[in-house]
Nanobody, 125 residues
Framework: QVQLVESGGGLVQAGGSLRLSCAAS????????MGWFRQAPGKEREFVGY????????YFADSVKGRFTISRDNAQNTVYLQMNSLKPEDTADYYC??????????????????WGQGTQVTVSS
């Protein structure tokens, strides 16, 4: 049974930082591209970023580029989302997700077959 479990969310002031973790089990972690998405209240889920299987490359939405980074530890089956210079508009539930390497578009949530339950991030102004 595949499980993705996010942690590290919470309340932070604007300009602050948070690091989210996503621990995976039940799958060969290094085989999967790992993505992060977020969903704010009343809005659709949106792409945040993804990291390639080796961790050599990361890609981000324009809204977070330069502020967020993604890393992974394949030995620990964990992917991280480091969020710096947080803004109130970053407030959302954040989800990690796993996609097989056969997909073409990792910016789309439809490419991801496994999802975590989400962790809430609130940025106060």
């Amino acid at each position: 049974q595949v499980q993705l479990v996010e942690s590290g969310g919470g309340l932070v002031q604007a300009g602050g930082s948070l690091r989210l973790s996503c621990a995976a089990s039940g799958l060969t972690f290094s085989y999967y591209v790992m993505g992060w998405f977020r969903q704010a209240p009343g809005k659709e889920r949106e792409f945040v970023g993804y990291i390639t299987r080796s961790g050599a490359s990361q890609y981000f939405a324009d809204s977070v580029k330069g502020r967020f980074t993604i890393s992974r530890d394949n030995a620990q089956n964990t992917v991280y989302l480091q969020m710096n210079s947080l803004k109130p508009e970053d407030t959302a539930d954040y989800y990690c997700a796993a996609a097989p390497p056969s997909k073409i578009n990792y910016y789309s949530s439809r490419s991801y077959g496994y999802w975590g339950q989400g962790t809430q991030v609130t940025v106060s102004s």
